[in-house]
């Protein structure tokens, strides 16, 4: 087992960077895994990541790699599938670099259904700056930017993601480990936009600024207010506040971009061909 | 085929050389005067197998050219002043990253909003200096539709050359001027091949050749790439040493400014026997033609600027070591002056002409000028 996962990281760069009991190591494990048991060819492989703890992780990767701008990997990775459709591209982005910074990128890249996999790593915070507030940080939360608790609701990612078109909309936690493996495979081999958000904990920033215990207790937080999906949809509105849904929560076949653009390419060419 | 007429707009000569140098990819964001050229491409390019988009924003325009050219595309945008702004950190990025691509700044007037539909030379600073640290740059500016077309095969073609991002700055009038363009369109022109690694067991993505160029392999051809803006050694992995950030931005820099020569493009007219020279380039430069026309005077020249950056201090030294006086009109409150006037302090008489109002210099203006300079 850990060799079939290992295989998959620059051996020689590791130990990571990442901070003891953070979860972008359990996501790396999963991704690996979920790649893995596709038996996809590693050299078709691009890993495109933006700015912030987790988007390194693509960085230890041996896929062809980019890590980019911060808020910039959806834009990047457009560019990257549209010149060589060959490529399976996948994008590991932090909430905020997805959601803040990135959050145009993203609704378009979804509303466009773009062929690319998308791994939003939810640790509620900006870890790789010292822990301010995000977009998904929980009303009342400690971060070094909300000292008196936050004031803001937080996004749910996957609620924006459906309004935006996505066909492939999933959300879980690093807890429920089995179920990520599995998600991961359904994001990969989906063909079109296809996002997972994953509630990840972030013991040294949001877990220490909120006396959340040790790593363990935090992800067990994390993960209790996360209910599977159909149990989330029989809950009377009231009893869905802070609580959010997980597994598959949107799965629908559409054309692709290049779907679209190959098409009107064809349909112009048979246009002129009978002029 | 031969040499024949065509009546072509700037902008479409822009877009026709940069079919003509092999651009397949073209993504941007609408913005006058620059649109023109996005048009023209989501017209060309899907017939010709590239891909146009139109993205969400200009950071997102830049942002997938750069993931396009390391997937292996001939990627370029078309832009004006406040699109130009929100591309200077992904061009900051193309840079570090070493990443081949032309973004075409149509200058307007500025700053913001400003004059969106006239014509200034107002990004000549944006241009050099636009995106943070110290970095290269090469920026090209045409002064007609014909150049228009060979500057551009030009600009795609040194992208390639030193893995850099090149800046064609051209401006409202250039590019929106039609003039009549005398051209053979299958005439054959160099085309910079992309240099491909061939051995991946001893590839390093950042592994410099002997003119300090990497050859970053295209995704997906089992090389194992890896890019970062961070700083990095030679296998392109992140690396923050003092050693590694020296070494990497003084190559960085050299890879281009060792090499100017190579590159570096002017047009010149009488310097052998003129006290007064005009330094030019773009828009402002065609009213130098026809002050130079009108008045005939033996004593007067011309230097004109077709690489704008990097400057070349010797060169543009030797060339105007006879002038007395030197006048540099500019459609802006005065840039290139500047290094005008940092070459040669108060040892010559040097003249800034200048308009921001949206209008071109006149001619009568700047004959006036040099005659009582
Ligand atoms: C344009 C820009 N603004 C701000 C930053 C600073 N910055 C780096 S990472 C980051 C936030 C990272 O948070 P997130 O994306 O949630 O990822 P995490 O580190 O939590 O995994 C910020 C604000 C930057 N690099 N670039």
């Known amino acids: 087992m850990r060799e079939q996962i290992l295989k998959y990281f620059k051996q020689d760069k590791l130990p990571h960077v990442f901070c003891p009991g953070c979860g972008n190591g359990e996501v790396m494990h999963a991704m690996a895994q979920a790649i893995d048991e596709l038996g996809w060819d590693p050299t078709q492989i691009l890993i495109v990541g933006g700015i912030g703890c987790s988007s390194r992780i693509a960085t230890y990767t041996i896929f062809d790699s980019l890590h980019t701008l911060h808020g910039r990997p959806v834009a990047f990775a457009v560019g990257a599938k549209l010149a060589n459709p060959n490529l399976k591209v996948i994008i590991v982005s932090g909430d905020g670099d997805a959601s803040s910074i990135g959050g145009n990128h993203l609704i378009h890249a979804a509303r466009r259904n773009m062929d690319l996999t ?21 009303l009342g939360s400690f971060t070094t930017t909300s000292p008196c608790g936050h004031v803001e ?123 | 085929m031969a040499i024949e007429s065509y009546l072509w707009q700037g902008s479409h000569a822009v877009a026709q050389g940069a079919l003509k140098a092999g651009v397949n990819y073209f993504a941007g964001y609408p913005i006058t005067p620059s649109t ?78 400003g004059l969106p539909t006239k014509p200034t030379q107002a990004d000549v600073m944006q241009a050099k200096w636009g995106t943070h640290g110290d970095h290269p740059i090469i920026a090209l500016c045409p002064a007609s539709v014909k150049e228009s077309y060979y500057l551009m095969v030009k600009a795609v073609n040194l992208s390639e050359r030193f893995r850099t991002p090149v800046i064609f700055l051209t401006d409202e009038t250039i590019a929106h001027m039609r003039e009549r363009v005398q051209i053979d369109v299958d005439e054959k022109l160099y085309i910079e091949p992309r240099i491909e690694p061939k051995d991946p067991r001893n590839y390093k993505t950042f592994q410099p050749d002997e003119r300090l160029v990497p050859h970053q392999a295209k995704f997906g051809t089992g090389f194992r790439t890896v890019v970062t803006a961070l700083y990095h050694d030679e296998s392109g992995f992140q690396n923050t040493s003092a050693e590694v950030a020296e070494r990497f931005n003084k190559r ?112 009568d203006q700047l004959r006036k000028v040099a005659e009582q300079a």
């Not at chain 1, 935006?164 to 495979?185: D, H, I, Q, S």
């Not at chain 2, 023109?36 to 830049?62: H, K, N, T, W």
């Not at chain 2, 030797?318 to 070459?343: C, D, F, H, S, T």
Request: aromatic residues 10%; neutral net charge.
């Open chain 2, 252 to 363: 960085l820099v050299d890879k281009v400014e060792k090499y100017i020569d190579e590159f570096y493009e002017t047009e010149e007219y009488n310097l052998e026997n003129s006290e007064l020279v005009f330094v030019s380039y773009g828009a402002s430069h065609r009213t130098v033609l026809q002050v130079l026309n009108d008045s005939k005077n033996p004593k007067w020249g011309f230097l004109r600027l077709v690489t704008i950056w990097p400057f070349h201090d010797k060169l543009v030294k030797e060339k105007l070591k006879k002038a007395k006086v030197i006048v540099v009109p500019e459609l802006n409150m005065g840039q290139m002056v500047k290094e005008i006037q940092r070459l040669f302090g108060d040892t010559k008489k040097i003249v800034s002409v200048n308009r921001w109002d949206g209008e071109l210099i006149t001619p």
């Open chain 1, 118 to 138: 998308l791994f939003i790593v939810n640790n509620y915070t900006y870890g790789m700056t010292g822990g301010q507030y995000s977009p998904t940080t929980p």
């Open chain 1, 153 to 275: 609701e937080p996004f749910s990612i996957t609620d924006l993601l459906v309004g935006a078109g996505a066909p492939f909309v999933a959300r879980t936690g690093t807890l429920y480990f089995n179920e990520l493996v599995k998600l991961m495979k359904l994001a990969l081999a989906k063909n079109g936009f296809a996002a997972i958000d994953i509630f990840t904990q972030c013991p040294t920033n949001y877990g220490r600024n909120n006396r959340l215990g040790k790593p363990i207790d935090l992800i067990k937080t994390q993960a209790s207010i996360l209910v599977p999906k159909e149990k989330y949809d029989l809950l009377e509105p009231g009893d869905r506040v802070g609580k959010f849904a997980r597994g598959v929560i949107q799965d629908v076949e559409k054309p692709t971009f290049l779907d679209h653009y190959r098409a009107c390419i064809l349909s112009t060419r048979k246009a002129v061909h009978h002029e």
């Open chain 2, 36 to 113: 023109e050229v996005a048009e023209f491409m989501a017209y060309a390019l899907p017939s010709r197998d590239g891909i146009f988009i139109q993205m969400e924003d200009e950071i997102a325009s830049i942002a997938s050219l750069i993931g396009a050219s390391l997937a292996g595309a001939k990627a370029i945008t078309a832009t004006s002043g406040p699109g130009f702004s929100l591309m200077q950190e992904g061009l900051g990025y193309a840079i570090m990253a070493e990443v081949p691509l032309v973004i075409v700044d149509v200058m307007r007037g500025g700053p913001s909003t």
